[in-house]
């Protein structure tokens, strides 16, 4: 588990040794609220997956998508609620957001803010660090929302592993699964809606490994088969019943005591050797 820079080189090594390896590497997951959705549901959803765990999470919630007719009532909520986040000691209880686990984290974060306004998205809240005694032991920052992202942006393609969300506006159902799908990375997505129909078909359209209907990209999938796409994975999965498979090696027997030579795939034809008997 790590960066899709460094998956690439410790694959280059594995395969000159003909190694096993199974990778789960970087990700962009976006959450797509639609204009049915259930708006408080999609709001507790997303602070949840994008500021919970400070964005140090290879789920976490980096994108929300947002319908046009939903967009502007989501985003004001939204930021109220994200500027009224507590960030602290994550092991007090009432803490909303933790620290960053290191001045590098930290650092990478605030680069982003800076490219976020250099590509002209609205900031809307947060993007510094919290000031006072209390912050001063640990590398807190303020839970940040961006809008107006642009698709194909250097902050909607990005991963940064912080607190940092990016807010991007479309107008339909068809758009909203190819900006999610318009990134090279594909672990998780989630959607937002009424909808059976619309839910079934981004179970199917999303090009990411996990799909959640009506919860945040993050979740107890533990028991379930936990992996991505694109540059995000090589094929293999974590968890769940497909972990043996990679943990396994296959050995096919045949025992045979009948006493006479069975002559595999070739007693099944006539003589003809295409006739199937």
């Not at 190694?19 to 049915?36: C, F, T």
């Not at 992202?149 to 699964?177: N, T």
């Not at 993050?218 to 498979?245: D, M, S």
């Not at 030579?261 to 295409?274: E, K, V």
């Amino acid at each position: 588990t790590g960066s899709t820079a460094v998956g690439s080189i410790v694959g280059e090594t594995c395969g000159r040794m003909h190694k096993r390896l199974s990778l789960e590497m970087g990700g962009k997951n976006a959450m797509i609220v639609l204009d049915d959705a259930d708006p408080e549901l999609a709001l507790e959803g997303v602070l949840w997956g994008a500021f919970g765990t400070t964005g140090q999470r290879c789920t976490a919630t980096s994108r929300l998508i947002l319908q046009s007719k939903i967009h502007d009532n989501v985003l004001g909520l939204l930021v109220d609620r994200a500027k009224a986040m507590k960030l602290g000691d994550g092991r007090k209880k009432g803490t909303d957001v933790g620290p960053l686990i290191n001045e590098a984290s930290r650092s990478k974060v605030e680069r982003y803010v800076d490219i976020g306004q250099a590509e002209n998205a609205d900031l809307l809240c947060g993007g510094r660090r919290p000031t006072g005694k209390s912050f001063e032991n640990g590398y807190f920052f303020e839970p940040t929302v961006f809008a107006r992202v642009a698709a194909g942006s250097r902050l909607e393609q990005e991963e940064i592993f912080g607190p940092i969300l990016s807010v991007i506006r479309v107008d339909s159902v068809e758009e909203a699964f190819a900006v999610n799908n318009g990134v090279r990375y594909g672990l998780s997505s989630s959607v937002y809606t009424r909808d059976v129909n619309v839910a079934f078909r981004a179970l199917t359209e999303l090009d990411n490994g996990i799909t959640y209907i009506n919860a945040p990209t993050i979740g107890a999938e533990a028991h379930l088969p936990f992996g991505g796409v694109k540059q995000t994975g090589n094929g293999h999965r974590e968890g769940g019943w497909e972990v043996y498979e990679f943990y396994s090696e296959t050995k096919v027997g045949y025992v045979d005591f009948s006493g006479k030579l069975q002559r595999a795939q070739i007693d099944n034809y006539g003589d003809d050797a295409t006739t199937l008997l």
